[in-house]
């Protein structure tokens, strides 16, 4: 238990780059060093982790722990790896609140922002190659970017999507089998989307509160499949669409701070929370979103090898992963128009997307060359 805890809290610590990353150490560490598992058993957890919603590297981590320590190595591999970042998004968080308005401050974010749009652009482009399969999911990706566009609301484009894939994937031997057929087959997934959806489409904007806060990000955490961008999709249509509670500048500022910070991308919402409510709504923002993958990963055991046998179902998570593409191609595109303001940060951008391609240098030393940049053009005005 000891190592455990010890290796994941240096990975939470250390680990740049995002899941890929993530995942990447954590097979160099937990395979190829450490022997805790075999090269088999570590792409079966893999597997697991994109059926199920929540971020993949922090389900990994869970995973890995309680194939190492029991259901307590479940808590202590989960915890000891959001930690880490959880508390330097806090730091970063306590200092946007304290010196976010002062020339300074806005001088780094300006030379980020044009970074991370860069970066999710090369995620989006990295993901979209292995995701789009066919000419179907290739239509239903268009289709979703528009119904994004058109302001759908996220949930409902993802069960949507889902719901389209499956219907025209699942041959007519499982359709014969009629709607309990698929229900059974397939449709664990839509139902908790349709629900979920239909609850955040009924939403009003309410005054900040911790209750409305740790709903919110629970929301996130239970429903996001794809990789952690996609949860700019989440936030912008429910925190600046949908309640008010930020601006489109703070969401970027907030994937800022959690691109230049280490560990999962999750911990984003540390920061909001700590930006909307304080200390308390850091705490219960980052328990709203961590905890369904606690969840997930405890009851998937037994559930997820019949998900994986079932054609149904894996034509459904095909359709959630391409519609997750699609919002993270929409909330670029916002949040785009939201940094690259002059041709300065047009740009950075350009030599950020063009280091990333070529060279595929880390992003954690692009975004700091990023804040250079921008602290120097401050001190030369």
Same mark, same amino acid.
């Given at each position: 238990m000891r190592d455990l805890a010890l290796f994941f809290l240096r990975l939470g610590t250390t680990a740049f780059g995002g899941?890929?990353?993530h995942i990447a150490m954590m097979e160099e560490h937990v395979v190829r060093r450490r022997g805790w598992l075999t090269r088999e058993q570590f792409l079966e957890l893999l597997g697991t982790t994109s059926l199920i919603p929540g971020p993949n590297s @922090?389900? #990994?981590a869970i995973y890995i722990g309680h194939r190492r320590a029991g259901w307590r190595g479940l808590v202590v591999g989960g915890v000891c790896?959001? *930690?880490p970042a959880a508390l330097i998004t806090l730091a970063f968080a306590w200092a946007y609140v304290r010196y976010g308005s002062l020339p300074q401050a806005e001088a780094l974010l300006y030379g980020v922002k044009p970074v991370i749009i860069a970066v999710i652009v090369q995620a989006l482009w990295n993901l979209g190659r292995g995701a789009v399969k066919s000419r179907l999911l290739a239509g239903i990706g268009v289709l979703s970017v528009a119904a994004s566009f058109a302001g759908l609301n996220a949930l409902a484009v993802l069960a949507g999507a889902g719901a389209l894939a #499956?219907?025209? @994937?699942v041959p007519a031997k499982i359709r014969s089998h009629?709607?309990?057929g698929l229900v059974a087959l397939g449709a664990p997934g839509a139902s908790v989307l349709g629900a +979920?959806? +239909?609850a955040a489409i009924a939403a009003v904007a309410v005054p900040v509160s911790v209750t409305a806060l740790f709903l919110v990000f629970l929301k996130v955490g239970a429903v996001l499949y794809g990789s952690g961008y996609v949860l700019l999709a989440f936030l912008r249509a429910d925190l600046v669409s949908g309640y008010h509670w930020l601006t489109e500048s703070q969401l970027l500022d907030a994937v800022a701070v959690g691109q230049v910070t280490p560990g999962p991308v999750f911990t984003t919402a540390t920061f909001i929370g700590y930006v909307l409510h304080g200390g308390t709504g850091a705490l219960v923002a980052t328990l709203g979103i961590f905890l369904p993958s606690f969840i997930f990963v405890a009851i998937s055991g037994p559930i997820v090898p019949r998900l994986r046998r +079932?054609?149904?179902a894996g034509a459904f998570l095909d359709g959630v992963t391409v519609a997750s593409?699609? *919002?993270m191609f929409a909330v670029t595109w916002y949040l785009g128009r939201a940094a690259l303001t002059d041709a300065v940060t047009v740009l950075l951008a350009t030599l950020s997307a063009l280091l990333l391609w070529r060279f595929r240098t880390n992003s954690a030393w692009l975004v700091l060359v990023g804040a250079l940049v921008g602290a120097g053009g401050s001190w030369l005005r």
């Open positions: 899941p890929a990353a @922090t389900e #990994m790896f959001i *930690l #499956m219907a025209a @994937t009629g709607p309990r +979920s959806a +239909s +079932s054609q149904a593409l699609a *919002l």
